[in-house]
């Protein structure tokens, strides 16, 4: 009869595995969420006032070469500018134009809107503001004319 310690474990699959599975299952709803309150803390109206300057940041203000921006700052800022110029349906519908052409400025599209809708507001008042709501962005637009409102 053989009496050995070292039993297999199931199907030949070890402590290794187990733990190779939790973190597989982990790690990306740790990075969603590292991601989402990261994005949370960007100043995306524009509005200089309210912005929280930390030590990195006042750092790379110094710094002579700029980094080329993303794609989703110069969108917000672009569409900003034409909020103000022309209206709000119009920064609205290029705002949707411009996801259905890259979709990888989806991810983006929420915080966008609602970057226009705290604009519009202050451009145009909450009444007015709200007449140009549509659902870009399931209505994330809205959401930020509500949120300049209050």
């Known amino acids: ?39 949370t803390r960007v ?22 070469p700029r980094a080329p921006r993303a794609p989703q700052d110069v969108l917000r800022d672009q569409l900003l500018t034409e909020l103000q110029e022309k209206d709000p349906g119009i920064a609205l519908t290029h705002l949707q134009e411009a996801v259905n052409g890259r979709p990888t400025l989806a991810g983006h599209c929420a915080s966008i809107a ?18 140009y709501a549509r659902p870009v962005c399931d209505t994330s637009f809205a959401t930020g004319v509500a949120a300049a409102h209050n």
């Open 1 to 39: 009869m053989n009496h050995s310690t070292n039993q297999p474990t199931r199907c030949g699959r070890g402590p290794a595995r187990r733990i190779g599975r939790s973190l597989a299952l982990v790690l990306p709803v740790v990075l969603v969420l590292s991601g989402t309150l990261a994005v």
């Open 43 to 64: 100043n995306w109206s524009g509005d200089s006032s309210n912005s929280v300057l930390t030590a990195a940041d006042a750092t790379l203000a110094d710094a002579k």
């Open 114 to 131: 609602r970057a226009l809708g705290r604009a519009a507001v202050r451009v145009y008042g909450p009444t007015r503001a709200q007449s």
